[in-house]
């Protein structure tokens, strides 16, 4: 349960612009295989940790020569988990909830 004025929702909301600013840099440049790689420059996007972590993820892809791809299918697949586990989170919560009134 979030206590009043917790920026929990504000963080998450941030981080999920940030991701899809990324995302949009890989695909407004078809960068999004190992035929189309791209620099970071050419992307106009520098490593920060949240691309640190899509990299560990495979999300994204680096190959020799510095050049980075966008993993479609990795991307949507995590996309799916993040859903699962919000989903997860929410009926955590519904059930929490139901029986603090079932227990009233």
């Keep these: 349960m979030m206590l009043a004025g917790s920026t929990g929702p504000i963080v998450g909301a941030a ?26 420059f050419e992307l106009g996007i520098t490593t920060s940790r949240l691309f640190r972590t899509q990299l560990r993820r495979k999300v994204i ?15 949507k697949d995590a996309e799916r988990l993040r859903h699962r ?3 997860g989170m929410i009926a955590a919560l519904l059930a929490f909830l139901f ?5 009233r």
């Design 15 to 40: 981080i999920a612009r940030r991701r899809r600013k990324i995302f949009v840099a890989f695909r407004t440049l078809s960068a999004t295989s190992p035929d189309s790689a791209r620099t970071l």
């Design 85 to 87: 586990i919000a989903f």
């Design 99 to 103: 029986i603090a009134l079932l227990l």
């Design 61 to 75: 892809v680096q190959l020799e020569g510095d050049k980075y791809y966008l993993d479609e299918y990795r991307e």
